[in-house]
């Protein structure tokens, strides 16, 4: 059974710093797209950053300079450290992976990041 699995998350003032991290289990090759979105209440679900199997990395312009993403081969983990958090950053944030072996997407189940003064 293939799962993503994510941890972190909470609540937090403006201008602090959380840390999400998810692992991948159930998949007999490395996922080629590892990364996060996140949906904030009546917007979709976008990018927030993603590092693909050749280790480059994608970020969201919003986030870009405040937010770090890093991915874990051996340990099928990837993490979003997030810095400098903004009232516009509070969404539920979901660990997704691109399996290329079978062109399928997996979610995770999605943590809530809350930033309010």
């Known amino acids: 059974q293939v799962q993503l699995v994510e941890s972190g998350g909470g609540l937090v003032q403006p201008g602090g710093s959380l840390r999400l991290s998810c692992t991948a289990s159930?998949?007999?090759?490395?996922?080629?797209?590892f990364g996060w979105h996140r949906q904030a209440p009546g917007k979709d679900r976008d990018l927030v950053a993603d590092?693909?199997?050749?280790?480059?990395?994608r970020y969201a312009d919003s986030v870009r300079g405040r937010f770090t993403i890093s991915r874990d081969f051996a340990k099928r983990t990837v993490s979003l450290q997030m810095n400098n958090l903004e009232t516009e950053d509070t969404a539920v944030y979901y660990c997704?992976?691109?399996?290329?072996?079978?062109?399928?997407?997996?979610w995770g189940q999605g943590t809530q990041v809350s930033v309010s003064p």
């Open positions: 997704y992976g691109y399996w290329q072996r079978n062109g399928q997407t997996y």
């Open positions: 159930g998949f007999t090759s490395a996922l080629y797209r």
């Open positions: 590092v693909d199997i050749h280790g480059t990395s």
